[in-house]
Structures are given as structure tokens and as C-alpha cells.
């Protein structure tokens, strides 16, 4: 990844480093609740929404290349069920770890002159600039490989009815009679028969008791 742009120290997931100095081994843990960024989580599948609170829990460890920075998010996402479509509402808890550089130095520590000139493994690193890095990258990383792709309400959801859309977790019951396709034309016209209808088909002929009376 290229450097940063310039990053805002007010942002609340801009973090400052400037306390661990550049000594190997220092450490600095930190808790803070955050308004949650737009678009955190699976577009139109599942997310938590923008403004909702996000915990974190972040411990920054002072290496020779930079600042290794672990952390735990945890949220409520709200989404559909893919089974019965209503809404949903889960916790999430997300673990990230990531290596954010100092840009005048390598992967080994070692200060280089300019940073940068290696484009592919700049594409893969985070940058520290001037000792502040963002989080939001990473953070929606963490949130989006811990959310469910398909979201259920329940685990044993038994969804929609193929045949009407009925809930069937509100009604356990619920059925529909299988009817032969072969069969369904001639019941209704069954059902709407008269009587006299019946014999007719049945193939009796009109007036034979009075034939054997005779």
C-alpha cells in the first residue's frame, strides 16, 4: 500500500503512536468506543450501521520495522435473514493484527534512504505517518471476514413456504395437500356434478326397472 494520506489526529480511528517513541518492546493498550464508518460490513447482506457504537480494545507494541498493532472490535450488526427475509440482529466480535511501518525504514528495521521504491511489497504494508495511523482499513477487514455470508436468525430456521410465503417458524404446521395435476381437472368437475349427472356417466339407461317389471 502507498503512504497515507495526510491523516487527521481528530478522526476517532486516527491513533498516535508518539507515545511508544521508536524503542523496541514498548507498549501502550488502549480502549475506546467509536462511531461505526459507512459501508462496515457486507453491503447489502449484513453490516453495522453507520453511527453505531464500536469497541475496541487495541495493544500497541513498539518493533524495530514499526508499530505492531492487535486489537478486538466488537459491534451489533443488523441484516436479513437469507431463510424466512425478516430482520436480524447479531453480535459481532472481530480480532485484527497489523504491522503499520515506518516509512524511512525495511522489513528488517533498517532505515532506507526512500521508502517506497519496492512497489509491489509497498502495496501489501500499512504506513505510520508522522507517528499516526488510520484503523479503519483494517478494522473493516476484521469486520467483514467475521460476519456471516449468508445470516440466518436462528440456526435451525425453517424458512418461507415454496408454495404461499408463509413464515413456517410461525406456524410448525403449516401444509399444503399435494393434489395430482393428472387427477385436479376431473375432481372439480366431479365436485359439480348433479346426481342425475353421475348416473349418466356411470352408463345406467333410462327407465330399465321398468323393463324387468314388464
Given amino acids: 500500500m502507498a503512504l497515507n494520506a495526510r491523516l487527521d489526529h481528530r ?26 464508518p459507512r459501508d462496515l460490513g457486507i453491503k447489502g447482506v449484513i453490516g453495522v450501521p453507520e453511527g453505531a457504537p464500536v469497541e475496541l480494545e487495541l495493544r500497541l507494541e513498539s518493533v524495530m520495522e514499526g508499530v ?21 440482529q447479531l453480535d459481532v466480535e472481530a480480532e ?10 525495511d522489513d528488517r528495521g533498517r532505515v532506507i534512504a526512500e521508502p517506497g521504491d ?11 505517518e508522522d507517528g499516526l495511523f488510520d484503523l479503519e482499513p483494517v478494522l473493516r477487514d476484521a469486520v467483514v471476514l467475521a460476519l456471516p455470508m449468508q ?14 410465503g408463509a413464515r413456517l417458524a410461525d406456524d410448525p404446521d403449516h401444509h399444503h ?32 326397472d321398468e323393463k324387468q317389471e314388464k
Fill in 151 to 164: 445470516p440466518v436468525c436462528q440456526e435451525d430456521c425453517p424458512g418461507l413456504c415454496a408454495e404461499c
Fill in 177 to 208: 395437500d399435494a393434489v395430482d395435476i393428472r387427477w385436479a381437472a376431473l375432481q372439480g368437475l366431479a365436485d359439480t356434478m348433479s346426481d342425475g349427472e353421475k348416473d349418466e356417466m356411470s352408463g345406467a339407461e333410462p327407465g330399465a
Fill in 68 to 88: 505492531l498493532v492487535t486489537g478486538t472490535a466488537r459491534a451489533a450488526a443488523e441484516g436479513e435473514c437469507v431463510r424466512c427475509l425478516e430482520p436480524l
Fill in 96 to 105: 485484527f493484527q497489523e504491522m503499520f511501518s515506518y516509512p524511512d525504514a
Fill in 11 to 36: 478522526n476517532p480511528l486516527v491513533f498516535d503512536t508518539h507515545e511508544l517513541g521508536r524503542r523496541p518492546g514498548a507498549l501502550q493498550r488502549l480502549t475506546r468506543t467509536v462511531d461505526a
Fill in 118 to 128: 519496492d512497489a509491489e511489497d509497498d502495496e501489501d504494508r500499512l504506513f505510520l
